[in-house]
Structure formats: C-alpha cells, structure tokens
C-alpha cells in the first residue's frame, strides 16, 4: 500500500509556472506507475500526465509541450512541472499511483489546487 501528498498548488498569472511534487509513503515506490489527473470545477477527472516505472511518459494532447512529468525514486517523489500556464489549466490536481496490470490497484492523492488567473 502506498500513501500520496500532492503540494505545490497555487494562485500563478498565466504565462506562469508550478512545480507539483507528489510525495509517496509506503513500500516499493519504485513499481508503481505515476500519474497526474486534474479536475476542473463542473468538468471530469482527466489523465494530464503519466509515467511508467521504466520511466516512460504519456501526456494530454493539452499539455504537450508545455507540462513534464518525472520521478526520483530515490525520494519516492514524481513531480509535474508546469509551464506556461493557461487559465484552463485551473484544477485541482491529483497523483495517482498504480501497481499490477491484470487486476490493477490504484491510490490517489488528497489534490492540490491550481489556479491560473491575472
């Protein structure tokens, strides 16, 4: 079992950046996949960012470009850094960690808001 804690949100003019940092507790980090979702106020939950335990990395046709995500295993910390900012990047973010293929089990964060505002 893993535990999350998102930090790093915050109020940021657009243009702007943020550094996420998801810090995991509990044993073998270093097998999980990692994520970064976010939920904007009224909207679903969407994937942003992912990385493999191989360290390979998928993201939103959204934030390419703009967002990278990456790990220190050695921290057992995965951090999403946000460049400029949009403000329909406003959300709150979540990490996720997954462990297993077949019958996967999944671990979320408690979020971390973002807002993108002049």
């Known amino acids: 079992q893993v535990q999350l804690v998102e930090s790093g949100g915050g109020l940021v003019q657009p243009g702007g950046s943020l550094r996420l940092s998801c810090a995991a507790s509990g044993d073998s980090f270093s097998r999980y996949a990692m994520a970064w979702y976010r939920q904007a106020s009224g909207k679903q939950r969407e994937l942003v960012a992912g990385?493999?335990?191989?360290?390979?990395?998928n993201y939103a046709d959204s934030v390419k470009g703009r967002f990278t995500i990456s790990r220190d295993n050695a921290k057992n910390t995965v951090y999403l850094q946000m460049n400029s900012l949009k403000p329909e990047d406003t959300a709150v973010y979540y990490c996720?960690?997954?462990?297993?293929?077949?019958?996967?089990?999944?671990?979320w964060g408690q979020g971390t808001q973002v807002t993108v505002s002049a």
């Open positions: 996720k960690a997954r462990r297993g293929v077949i019958t996967p089990l999944d671990y």
């Open positions: 990385i493999t335990s191989g360290g390979i990395t």
